[in-house]
């Protein structure tokens, strides 16, 4: 099938073209029709399957032809996301494809002047891509300015209920028309998701590619089993290899993130770091370095497990545990992208096994231990740093707490955005086998404020 086939706008088609696409994913392929039809859609399908362009492609198409036919309304879409990264991808890939067409579209997110980002919108936009925090911030007292909101996208839904987000949602959606066309896209779909989608959905097309909760078949699956003073050795050692030629590492805190990429450059592998310590321009800068093959190594936490979208990733290695199955999933759906072949590695030590076997379990595959060739596993630990302030503090190489919470240095939501019912029930369970939503997320994420209070602004807070 091309893409002439479903029935899109032929500026956008002129776009892809350029973009160098020619044929559809299978989600663009099921979500494009029944969007273009004015259905409401739950998306389901893994990341990197092109879920972005099965909703940006179908309603830029909806705008081109209403505006043809003399329809000049303003800011037509709201496209809601869970991080600021995430915003500024949909940004870019909304960008690309709108390129010949006379659209005007705007981004808000936290970290940066709210002043701007007010002036877009009375500047009449026509897309708008957020953040709930900030959105929140700014919609009050302008709700005019969304009076004409057509099509409500909720990008990452999964995301936003594990991260709190679901009241600020709830707030936003208040104040936009009941008359419109509301899209679910996700990677998961919990059986909170599934309430929700009765409060903001009107008999919804279910589209879901791929079983739930599984990785892309195209990544293949690896387990190194590794005492935990061997982890960075081991890293070292396995990113000699050429093949391990654009690498994103993840780890459990921003600290240790800091400590392993110092590492990795005392071997000479250009390194660059991801997390909440680092600004917005850092982050970006980070990002586009990682894009341009400036630096080998992207070494984050799990502020970049949605926000990332690079082509070409070759490995991704969980260097500590993932805390919880989706964090898993959604780890190593960064490599594997665009039917390329990824691989994802995962240190595991003797405290991670009962984790692992219960991952397995929730992805219906064992996962293949492998052996490093030409590395000892036998070495014996150095003595203790008194300058490591993280593995001190933690009591050990891993702490008492295991994978089942969050310790000091962990990324935690910004404010105090509640807990979702999801997450309440995993922790009441303890470590049943079962994940543990200890309630990290990204701290690039923009929590909502309380009504009537102004934020306080020190400290470098992220909003």
Do not use: C, W
């Amino acid at each position: 099938m091309s893409f002439r086939t479903l029935h899109l706008d032929s500026n956008i088609l002129k776009a892809i073209t350029e973009a160098g696409y020619t044929e559809p994913t299978p989600i663009q392929t099921a979500a494009i029709p029944p969007i273009l039809e004015g259905k409401d859609l739950i998306g389901i399908a893994q990341t990197g399957t092109g879920k972005t362009a099965a909703f940006v492609l179908p309603l830029l198409s909806k705008m081109a032809a209403a505006r043809r036919e003399g329809d000049s309304a303003r800011m037509q879409v709201l496209i809601v996301a869970p991080t600021r990264e995430l915003v500024v991808q949909i940004d870019e890939n909304v960008r690309a494809y709108a390129r010949h067409l006379p659209f005007k579209i705007a981004k808000i997110y936290g970290g940066v002047s709210e002043r701007a980002q007010i002036k877009a919108l009375t500047d009449q936009v026509d897309i708008v891509i957020a953040t709930p925090g900030r959105l929140l911030d700014i919609i009050r007292g302008r709700e005019k300015a969304f009076a004409g909101i057509q099509y409500l996208v909720l990008d990452e839904a999964d995301r936003m209920l594990d991260m709190g987000f679901i009241p600020a949602i709830r707030q936003i959606v208040k104040l936009l028309p009941r008359q419109r066309q509301t899209l679910f896209f996700s990677a998961t779909l919990s059986r909170d998701i599934e309430k929700l989608t009765q409060e903001f959905l009107q008999a919804p097309t279910i589209v879901e590619i791929g079983r739930r909760s599984n990785p892309a078949e195209t990544v293949a699956q690896f387990v190194y089993e590794v005492p935990h003073h061997l982890k960075s050795p081991l890293l070292t050692h396995l990113m000699k290899d050429d093949l391990f030629r654009m690498v994103l590492v993840f780890t459990r805190t921003k600290h240790g993130a800091d400590r392993i990429a110092k590492q990795l450059e005392k071997s000479g592998i250009t390194t660059a770091t991801l997390h909440s310590n680092r600004s917005q321009n850092q982050r970006l800068r980070a990002l586009q370095d990682f894009k341009d093959g400036k630096v080998i190594a992207l070494v984050a936490t799990d502020i970049a497990a949605r926000g990332i979208d690079v082509d070409g990733i070759s490995h991704v290695v969980n260097y500590d545990f993932p805390p919880h199955h989706e964090d898993y999933v959604h780890r190593i759906g960064r490599t594997g992208r665009a039917q390329a072949i990824g691989e994802a590695i995962s240190f595991v030590t003797s405290e991670d096994h009962g984790s692992l076997r219960a991952l397995e379990r929730f992805i219906g595959r064992g996962i293949v231990r492998k052996k490093a060739e030409g590395f000892d596993m036998g070495a014996k630990a150095p003595p203790r740093d008194p300058n490591d302030q993280e593995r001190n503090f933690r009591g050990g190489p891993r702490g008492s707490r295991g994978a089942q919470g969050p310790r000091s240095g962990t990324d935690r939501p910004a404010g105090n955005a509640p807990r979702s019912s999801s997450q309440r029930s995993s922790s009441a369970q303890g470590s049943t086998g079962r994940s543990f939503r200890s309630g990290m997320s990204p701290a690039s994420a923009e929590a909502p404020k309380k009504p009537g209070r102004r934020p306080f602004m020190g400290f470098g807070r992220n909003r």
